[in-house]
């Protein structure tokens, strides 16, 4: 062992020793009090953190229901589904039907969009058209799909040869821009390839709202609008959604399509974008203040230390240990400190966590409002050593600036 | 002593001077003041000539506030001196940093204090081998060396106690054990046996003796004149300056 190394190690030990003499003899108190400011700090962060986290995860969903977004490789999972000549599914209506078989899944319907030029008296404007297979419960961004016929009858067994519905449940956005509400018939212009053909507004949903504002939204049978669009071939879709009370499935979507990514659900794209910014700036927020208070209180506490054992510093200048000697002294003394109030406060967070989940599901939902993952752990210890770094040169400048002659005669 | 001037110089002071400005901390503690009380500016050691040679033990008396403690502290390199000149080891102190008079300390000084200033966690050896940890002596040597040297001061049986766990003349020993533990060439005592009974100041300062026997110069500061006694030679002090001829 070198004798840098060696002279570290000795000095990590010494420093041991100090902190035990501190807790056995001269500040167990003052000791004892730091190690709580540091694990409350770390608390304090784990907890909050825990709830940021389990919001932008989506995990404190307060509904009974876990939905997912099956969704290409390569697309932005946080986008309202917007997709023009993008990557796209094939042979979706056969996937959805056998996801909806399964026991753990309430329903499952591909999701196609495409944007569309919709006429209704001679006002023309361009819609986000939404192809889906209706299901009373399913809404895509906000507009619900309960007024459509369930299911998708115009697919019929992949002929397109079924009834033709017409139905087409529009967004108050859309209805305000096209002046069109129930029963109103409007003529879409189809794409090369397909016939024109016209649809009947079975309902006027409110939804279609993002960040940006309202945008014009309109969901339909997703054959008729493969059929609008040419789409038939391949039978092809953007995304599946997938509605389920079990959050065990999602291994299960991964492997439905290879190339493919699995995310959890939110009413718009550009929400889930700000709700998770907003969680991690509570988390970066939660972390900044924990560590200012860790800071203020641990100097306070370590700092009322230093002063009274002036003569003990005093006595390591005497005996011929440098400034940076002394400096490593209390930095390891720190250190240790701040791990052992870390471990601390890492149990506390791990305790608040498991509070605010029986508080609050017991009043608010059945489900998680927040959670603990293993990186809390590396966080918070981070968290404490920062503490004990940020503390440490209050701490040096206090020892330094005493007099060493007249510590000694103290 | 005669056979002194033979001997290597170990320490010397050529016209030391220390002043204190008024006001200022070292002022305070020189008169022993609080902090909020005001303290005059002073000359508390005053154009003193000293040479300490090695093997040779040096006593320093005078009234309180006569510049025993002080003399001792520069001699220690705790203290620089607003003029003249102190040499410690062959390297002059006032043109040293901070940081150098640190390493002379540790390298060529052992201090004995009068309140001993051991750590009460730490055994009778972990506290011998603190100065150790600073040379980056490896863990076993630190044990043996500390060892070695508790029982050279008489405490072999007491290894593993902690101060709490001592009489006042052991640990006086203890510190001294400390003191010496980096072998240094010069040894300074500032009232060693003030917080001791007689028959244990007389241990220590036995103590004393052997150890300048084993060429380690030493000087000694006390109001005591027992402890004075095996000096081989005493000066005096009174208002900083040698009144001792």
């Not at chain 1, 962060?45 to 995990?59: D, K, N, P, Q, R």
């Not at chain 1, 019929?156 to 033709?164: D, L, S, V």
């Not at chain 1, 016209?198 to 309109?218: E, H, K, R």
């Amino acid at each position: 062992m070198g004798s840098r190394l060696r002279r570290a190690v000795a000095r990590l030990q010494l420093s041991g020793h100090l902190v035990r003499q501190r807790l056995r003899h001269t500040a167990p108190r003052r000791t004892v009090l730091a190690v709580v400011g540091v694990a409350l700090a770390v608390g304090l962060f784990v907890t909050v953190s825990g709830v940021s986290v389990a919001l932008a995860t989506e995990g404190s969903v307060v509904s009974s229901d876990v939905d997912y977004w099956i969704t290409p490789e390569g697309t932005s999972s946080t986008t309202l589904p917007v997709s023009v000549g993008g990557p796209r599914f094939g042979e979706v209506h056969s996937v959805a039907t056998r996801l909806s078989e399964t026991a753990a899944i309430s329903y499952a319907s591909p999701v196609a969009v495409d944007v569309l030029r919709v006429t209704h008296n001679g006002t023309g404007e361009y819609v986000i058209l939404v192809g889906v297979i209706a299901h009373p419960d399913l809404s895509v961004a906000g507009v619900s799909a309960a007024p459509l016929t369930p299911g998708d009858p115009h697919y019929a067994n992949g002929t397109y040869e079924g009834p033709w519905t017409g139905e087409l449940v529009l967004s108050t956005g859309a209805s305000d821009l096209l002046n069109a509400t129930h029963g109103a018939r409007l003529q879409l212009q189809a794409q090369r390839g397909s016939q024109n053909r016209s649809l009947a507004v079975a309902g006027v949903s409110a939804g279609g709202t993002t960040g940006l504002g309202s945008v014009p939204v309109g969901l339909l049978h997703l054959a008729e609008l493969q059929a609008l669009t040419g789409a038939t071939t391949g039978d092809t879709a953007d995304q599946i959604l997938v509605a389920t009370d079990d959050v065990g499935v999602r291994d299960d979507l991964a492997g439905v399509y290879s190339n493919s990514n699995v995310v959890a659900r939110s009413d718009s794209g550009l929400n889930r974008l700000t709700e998770s910014s907003v969680a991690l700036a509570l988390a970066t927020a939660g972390f900044l203040v924990s560590l200012v208070l860790g800071v203020l209180f641990v100097a306070t506490t370590l700092g009322l230390e230093v002063q009274t054992d002036r003569n003990l510093w005093a006595t390591f200048s005497a005996l011929g240990f440098s400034r940076w000697s002394r400096a490593l002294l209390i930095l390891f003394q720190t250190l240790l400190l701040g791990v052992a109030g870390g471990v601390l406060g890492l149990l506390l967070g791990r305790g608040g966590v498991w509070v605010a989940n029986v508080a609050l599901t017991s009043m608010v939902a059945g489900t998680t409002v927040a959670v603990f993952p293993p990186a809390f752990i590396a966080v918070g210890l981070l968290l404490a050593v920062g503490i004990a770094l940020f503390t440490t040169p209050y701490l040096v400048w206090l020892t330094a600036r005493g007099n060493t002659i007249e510590a000694l005669r103290n | 002593m005669s056979a002194s001037t033979e001997r290597a110089v170990v320490a010397a002071c050529e016209a030391v001077t220390r002043r204190y400005t008024r006001g200022s901390s070292q002022a305070r503690s020189f008169f022993g003041l609080r902090s909020t009380e005001p303290a005059p500016s002073v000359t508390a050691v005053d154009e003193v000539d000293l040479h300490v040679h090695a093997g040779e033990i040096v006593g320093v008396e005078g009234p309180s506030g006569s510049g025993k403690s002080t003399l001792l502290h520069l001699l220690a390199a705790l203290e620089t001196p607003t003029s003249g000149t102190v040499t410690v080891a062959g390297r002059r102190t006032e043109s040293l940093s901070a940081r150098a008079r640190t390493r002379l300390r540790l390298d060529a000084v052992g201090i004995v204090f009068q309140r001993f200033h051991l750590l009460p966690a730490l055994p009778a050896r972990s506290n011998v081998a603190v100065p150790l940890v600073e040379l980056g002596v490896s863990k076993r040597e630190r044990r043996e060396r500390a060892e070695t040297m508790l029982e050279r001061v008489g405490l072999g049986d007491r290894l593993g106690h902690r101060p709490g766990e001592l009489s006042g003349g052991e640990q006086q020993r203890v510190a001294i054990a400390r003191a010496l533990i980096t072998e240094p060439a010069l040894l300074i005592a500032d009232e060693p046996t003030g917080e001791l009974d007689t028959a244990t100041g007389r241990a220590i300062t036995t103590l004393f003796e052997q150890i300048a026997d084993e060429g380690t110069a030493v000087v000694v500061a006390s109001h005591d004149g027992s402890t004075l006694a095996i000096a081989d030679r005493v000066i005096e002090l009174r208002d900083g300056a040698r009144v001792d001829g």
